[in-house]
Each structure stands twice: as C-alpha cells, then as structure tokens.
C-alpha cells in the first residue's frame, strides 16, 4: 500500500462499510467487546461493595469510640464503656445483613481514651472467578476525652482561656467581674 493512497478513514470503511463481505462483522465486535464490558461491570460491583461495607463500619467504629468516651465522661467503668462502645456498633451494622455478625476489638491506650477496632474479610461477588474470594477491610476510631489545662481562679488566667477558647468570659465563669 502506498502512503498517498492511504486514508485515515480506510479502516473503518472496511468494517463498517455496507458492501460486499461485512455481513456478520457486528457480530465478531461485539464478541470481542463482551468479556471486557462484563469484566468492567463485575469491577465495578465489588468495588462498590467494597467502598459501602468499608464506609459503614468506619461509621460503626466512630460511633463506638464516641460512645465510649461518653461513658468515660460520666464517670463509667471500661467493662461498661465496653458494652456501650459494643452496642453502638452493633447498632450501627446491624442493618447491613452481610456486616450483622461482626465483632469489635474495644482496647483502651489510655484511661481517658477508647479505641474501637474492625477487621473484615468481605466476600466478593465477580473477583472469585479470578481466584479472589475475599477483600480485607480494617477501620479503627480512637476517642478521647479533652484535656484542659489547669487554671488557677485567677482573673488574667481565664481571661486568657477564655480568649483562647472563644468564648465570653463573664459568661461561662459568673464570678468574673468586669
């Protein structure tokens, strides 16, 4: 084939033209097309289901270290913050018919924090005809309670608190006089 009598356009008149011997080309394309289609559709379920169970159980494991720590706050036991942090959870997973049974890992790395960890293996749907029959999900939330510095009840020390903090001084401590 010579260069001048080559045209951009040659390949796809001749499997698209409509003359002589293109009858059934649709056919071949199609077929060729199929696997690559189909493989881009079973991607994208078990990505999605991926990126859900993995979004609802990082909401299961904040809502449990939240938990928690509001039982700390009160002045709680760790069995009872254990418990609370374990029902959040179970709350939160338990619509999620696949994600039901799970079990949180509660620890705490110290007495005023609650750390809530998860780890998964989620069955996949499409991935088990390539030899991948699980993909691992682990999310951790860690919750503490605030420290705040000692004050002394000195006007000028919560004066700078309270600027620090943002907040209206006389306000928050009545006694303050200004």
Known sequence: MKL???RLGALWDRLF???RGTKGQIVAIVALALPAIAGGAALAVDVGHIFVAKSAIQTAVDAGARAGTAVLAEGGSQAATTASANSFVSQNLSTIPYLATITP????PTSESV???????LSLYFARVLGIETAPI???ATAALPVFPPLARTRLSLWRYA???KVDAPAVWPWIKT
């Open 17 to 19: 033209s409509k003359g």
């Open 138 to 140: 682990a999310n951790t």
């Open 4 to 6: 001048q009598n080559f």
């Open 163 to 165: 600027a620090i903090m």
């Open 115 to 121: 750390k809530v960890t998860i780890e998964h293996n």
């Open 105 to 108: 890992v509660i620890s705490f």
